[in-house]
């Protein structure tokens, strides 16, 4: 989304022009796709510069042109989303991905091992006590 179509976005959803947004205001409302009105300045310093502009609200093909740029927003972001995905996936080499799909017991022989003797003789030191207790 080009930076001019983000400021026709932000303006088809009636937020507030800034001061260097009121020539693209004025673009909009020029071509029907805001009804408003603006003023320009006749004093001689800022000859035709905009000073005063007022949005009432969308027309219909201001409407039409919203959902445009609100759909070509939505695809930016989606693909921004799948690119950020890839150059995650390009960050972890093969060995890691394989890795990271199996289960905690699977990477690491020593570690199952160790745990199991945890395990078995916490079980034994239980059943210990209970019979003898």
Do not use: C
């Not at 409302?29 to 007022?54: A, C, P, V």
């Not at 070509?72 to 890691?96: C, D, G, L, V, Y």
């Not at 990477?107 to 059943?127: D, E």
């Amino acid at each position: 989304m080009t930076p001019r179509q983000q400021i026709h976005l932000n303006l088809l959803k009636m937020n507030k022009p800034q001061p260097e947004q009121y020539e693209e205001a004025a673009y909009l409302i020029d071509k029907k796709l805001l009804k408003g009105d603006y003023r320009r300045s006749n004093g001689k310093d800022d000859y035709g510069e905009i000073f005063d502009i007022l949005i009432d609200r969308l027309t219909p093909d201001g409407m039409d042109y919203l959902e445009k740029l609100e759909q070509i927003a939505a695809q930016a972001k989606s693909q921004e989303q799948a690119q950020q995905h890839r150059i995650t996936a390009q960050n972890f080499s093969p060995m890691q991905m394989q890795q990271a799909s199996k289960l905690w017991h699977e990477r690491s022989g020593w570690r199952a091992f160790v745990f199991l003797v945890v395990v078995g003789l916490t079980v034994a030191a239980i059943a210990a006590l209970f019979n003898f207790g």
